[in-house]
């Protein structure tokens, strides 16, 4: 089931996206998130776009949501994609799941541009993106730096 992130979800949204900040490249944070911060984000967003979540047998398995590209009123039909799922449920379709249902949610708005970024040559992102019709627009090179390596950003646009 996929529905809108609610403040009781920050908990389970804090130990998926944790698990990313102390493990791997995906986001560039390198200190975990607390509840409270989780909390002011999901609302930060929810306050003009959307910030859903994969529950399966009563658990969040994996979230995504729409942001502000930039914080100028010209980029206001721009949005930035994000997703994470729970490593133990990778490979399963719920990334792909989330993106279908929030980009669903994104054409009914006043949104003309949708961008995704993918930190470092991380393959099943770049091939959600494509599958969704998203094109590389931009390779940025050693851009981050995170557990004593250089990291390149590779960003995808797709007009809605």
């Known amino acids: 089931m996929i529905r809108s992130a609610t403040p009781a979800d920050a908990n389970r949204l804090c130990q998926i996206y944790n698990h990313y900040v102390r493990n791997a490249v ?5 200190e975990a998130v607390s509840e ?3 909390c002011r984000r999901i609302d930060d967003v929810q306050k ?11 658990d ?4 995504a949501y729409a942001g502000k590209w930039k914080a100028r009123a ?7 994609l994000s997703v994470y799922v729970d490593p133990q449920r990778h490979g399963r379709g719920i990334g792909k799941q989330l993106y279908a249902a929030l980009l669903g949610q994104l054409r009914e708005r006043d949104v003309h541009s949708v ?19 998203f094109e ?3 390779h940025l090179r ?5 557990f004593g390596q250089w990291i390149d950003v590779t960003y995808f646009q797709l007009l809605v």
């Open 48 to 58: 003009d776009f959307f910030w859903l979540v994969f529950e399966e047998s009563d």
């Open 36 to 38: 409270e911060e989780m």
């Open 26 to 30: 995906a986001t560039f944070e390198e």
């Open 115 to 133: 961008i995704g970024g993918v930190a470092g040559n991380n393959a099943a992102s770049i091939a959600l993106h494509l599958s969704f019709g």
């Open 136 to 138: 590389q627009v931009a």
């Open 74 to 80: 010209a980029y206001r039909h721009s949005v930035e």
């Open 60 to 63: 969040v398995v994996g979230y």
């Open 142 to 146: 050693e851009v981050g730096h995170k």
